[in-house]
């Protein structure tokens, strides 16, 4: 599977829609998912808002925890790669990230301004 490098300068403001979930790969054992070195998996759910009202939110997977994530908290993503993928009749676009890190409260507002 090609990755695809994403440049989030262009993707407007980045949010925690969906606070950080490790990542589940087996729901009938409860099995975490595990990257290639045996880390977990976690994922956010990051809501981009490019211009105006037009708002989307993506599920980014990441190694390791987002330590100081919450729902609301503006986000830098590090390294995101969009991925195509297909099973069988179904499809879509997975997107992965080396890092998701709170930006810095700013003037007041939960979780700063990007």
Sequence with gaps: MQSI???TSRLGVLRCAVAPEVKISNYETGEVKK???????????VLVRQDGRRASVI?????????GIEEGTALAITGLEAFAWSMGERHGVSFRAA???PLPVTGGTKGGER
């Excluded at 990257?35 to 759910?45: F, L």
């Excluded at 599920?59 to 330590?67: D, F, I, Q, Y």
């Design 5 to 7: 490098p994403v440049d």
């Design 35 to 45: 990257d290639r070195e045996g880390n977990p998996v976690w994922t956010v759910g």
């Design 59 to 67: 599920e980014v997977a990441v190694t390791g925890e987002p330590k």
């Design 99 to 101: 890092a998701i890190t």
